[in-house]
């Protein structure tokens, strides 16, 4: 260990330039949810190995996670029109999202109230929501409307069968949903949230990219993954010279938590110091296999320059785009809704979801998608692409240059999961600092528990 190791450590922070100092050179006035520090006051943690492996722990998750959460179910735009529908499905739940009226949308647990067939199995548009076993009907606010052969059903009175209802919020152009009709609004629930997005309204995106992938581990085990830097040294080795991975920031609030990994600032990593053409080659060519893209002029740093050729793109679909700071141009904000949601904020357009795979504890569902700024009409969104279980993200070509940064990452995941359940150590632990946002969240999962 280096002395300048032994004196970050002594402080608990890296060696190296901290993220608000970064923030002194930026060439724009920094916003406040910038410079908003609110790191986790917890002590060290430990989870037990089978909160990851166990088929009773999962159930007990669809029980007091699934049931009362409130979760991303879909996005606004991809239910424009009366009567459009979509499925969100979480281990063995099913939940039907309609848009009952122009101004409304609403959800039902998605089982004919007869003999439990799934109403809808897909997106979809219609009229009313028509069970295709035997045809029992309901409106699109969820009254019963029909019932083939009504006389051999006295017994059934229309108002006891109207469909269940879910709780639906909306924020950011995504539409949430919680089972729990006792659970507080989603306004109450995100708090703080949708002032961190201000300047970054998501609303105001179309969904161009969505990418789904089964991975071979239990949905905390992939999610978690995403959810820190410290694993960029041995999993993205090729990034280090234009990342400051152990300078990242992390803050936790409430319901939600967020990192902030600053680029084109070279990791304390490193045993040599790169030039600033070496960061904004770094930033701009993240497998350094190509020639730079862009030379840097005279007494700019990379981070200067890369700041205002982003603004410059960014400015025909996004108003005051010449006021956003570097910052906001190049870092990465990786948000952490408890307990499955990670929008990201400023300008990088990553969405991340995971979901347990029906319910199996040692499987689960990745989700990618991009939320694209855009001018003038709303583009359609897009369909999900499910990649079969031989593909990677590499055949997921609207991935761009990011699907072979996440193959690294998932690249870990299966053997994590096999590790697990060879149950050699009993708890996992987790960094103070780097992994807060994830102590965080276990946090909240023993409160959902009542742990
Ligand atoms: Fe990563």
New binding site residues.
């Given amino acids: 260990m280096t002395s300048a190791e032994n004196d970050a450590n002594s402080a608990g922070r890296s060696a190296g330039i901290s993220y608000q100092a970064l923030l002194d050179t930026d060439t724009k006035p920094v916003p406040a949810v910038l410079r908003m520090e609110s790191p986790a006051q917890i002590p060290p943690s430990f989870v037990p190995r089978d909160q990851y492996t166990s088929q009773a722990f999962h159930a007990l998750e669809v029980e007091k996670v699934w049931k009362k959460s409130w979760q991303m179910a879909c996005r606004e735009e991809e239910i424009p029109e009366v009567g459009d529908h979509q499925v969100y499905e979480v281990a063995s739940l099913s939940i039907l999202i309609v848009r009952a009226a122009e101004d409304e949308i609403r959800a039902f647990h998605n089982v004919c109230l007869h003999r439990s067939r799934k109403i809808k199995q897909h997106a979809g548009r219609s009229e009313m929501l028509r069970c295709p076993f035997h045809g029992w009907t309901w409106n699109l606010d969820g009254s019963l409307q029909e019932i083939p052969c009504a006389w051999d059903f006295p017994h059934v009175k229309d108002a006891d069968y109207a469909l269940p209802p879910v709780q639906v919020g909306t924020w950011g152009g995504f539409v949430f949903v919680n089972p729990d009709l006792e659970a507080a609004s989603l306004e109450d629930y995100l708090g703080e949230l949708p002032s961190h997005f201000e300047r970054w309204p998501l609303e105001k995106r179309y969904k161009a990219v969505h990418v789904a992938r089964v991975l071979p581990c239990n949905w905390k085990v992939a999610q978690e993954?995403f959810m820190e830097a410290y694993?960029?040294l041995s999993?993205?080795p090729q990034l280090l010279q234009g990342i400051g991975d152990t300078n990242s920031q992390y803050d936790v609030w409430d319901s939600f938590s967020r990192a902030i990994t600053p680029n084109g600032t070279p990791s304390p990593h490193l045993d040599w110091e790169p030039s600033e053409q070496d960061s904004l080659d770094a930033m701009t060519n993240r497998y350094l296999d190509e020639d730079p893209s862009m030379v840097l002029p005279d007494g700019m740093t990379g981070r200067q320059l890369l700041g205002q050729a982003s603004r410059v793109q960014l400015a025909p679909l996004v108003p005051g785009a010449f006021d956003l700071t570097d910052a906001e141009m190049l870092d990465s904000f990786y948000y952490t809704v408890f307990p499955n949601f990670h929008p990201w904020g400023a300008y990088n357009k990553i969405t991340y979801r995971f979901r347990p795979h029906g319910d199996d504890p040692h499987h689960c569902i990745m989700e990618v998608m991009y939320l694209n700024p855009y001018r003038g009409k709303r583009p359609p969104p897009c369909e999900i692409h499910w990649l079969a279980p031989d593909e990677d993200f590499t055949h997921a070509p609207e991935l761009g240059f990011l699907g072979r940064?996440f193959n690294?990452?998932v690249f870990n995941l299966g053997s994590v999961q096999e590790g697990l359940r060879s149950g050699v150590h009993e708890n996992l632990v987790f960094a103070n600092y780097q992994e807060s946002k994830i102590r965080h969240w276990h946090r909240l999962l023993d409160r959902a528990i009542g742990a």
């Fill in positions: 993954a694993h960029v999993t993205h940064v690294q990452d």
